[in-house]
């Protein structure tokens, strides 16, 4: 069963609040000086690590394990984005 997520922008740090159902579950936290975050939702720790300028990409990697589970590959404006899982299975962010 998919979960819808919604969020919120804290307006001073830039960080993001995650909702369900209107109950927060977790949060998105940005490392200071760089573009990289740590997540935490569901009681599950994870952390983005973000790689290059002109090809840009993103790794989301379980924080207890150091497991890469998805690599995020944006597009050359960072407006689309390809979420590729461990899995195998592909997401196409628009």
Not at 8 to 32: E, P, R, Y
Not at 36 to 45: H, L, R, Y
Request: glycine fraction near 6%; avoid cysteine; charge should be neutral.
């Amino acid at each position: 069963m998919s979960k819808f997520i919604n969020w919120k922008s804290d307006w001073f740090s830039g960080n993001f609040h995650l909702f369900v159902d209107g109950l927060q579950k977790g949060a998105i936290t940005f490392t200071m000086w760089t573009s990289n975050a740590e997540s935490m939702f569901e009681d599950k720790n994870y952390q983005f690590a973000n790689e290059g300028f002109w090809q840009s990409r993103t790794k989301v990697i379980d924080k207890k394990t150091n497991e890469v589970l998805a690599i995020i590959t944006y597009d050359s404006w960072k407006s689309k984005a390809l979420i590729s899982l461990n899995t195998g299975e592909q997401y196409e962010w628009k």
